[in-house]
């Protein structure tokens, strides 16, 4: 996972989505950071995860950003 994608990440029937911010620990266990939409920054335990699906990536968020800069004068 890369800091600043967002996923969406299933843990049970609950499906969370929001920028990835991080790992840390829980007591010895590890666990993901998921900052969602809402700012409500959530530690998920890694155990508990059954899916992550990708849905927005940085390198998709910056060629937006080219092509709304692209201005022609004459």
Same mark, same amino acid.
């Given at each position: 996972m890369i800091?600043?994608?967002?996923?969406a /990440? !299933?843990?049970?029937k609950d499906?969370?989505?929001?920028r990835f911010k991080g790992?840390?620990?829980i007591g010895s266990e590890s666990?993901?950071?998921i900052r969602l939409s809402d700012? /409500? !920054?959530r530690f998920i335990p890694i155990a508990s995860i059954k899916f992550i699906d990708l849905l927005r990536s940085c390198v998709e968020e910056k060629e937006e950003e080219k092509k709304?800069?692209?201005?022609?004068?004459g």
């Amino acid at each position: 996972m890369i800091e600043g994608w967002a996923y969406a /990440v !299933t843990v049970g029937k609950d499906k969370m989505e929001g920028r990835f911010k991080g790992y840390a620990m829980i007591g010895s266990e590890s666990a993901l950071v998921i900052r969602l939409s809402d700012g /409500v !920054t959530r530690f998920i335990p890694i155990a508990s995860i059954k899916f992550i699906d990708l849905l927005r990536s940085c390198v998709e968020e910056k060629e937006e950003e080219k092509k709304s800069e692209q201005a022609y004068y004459g």
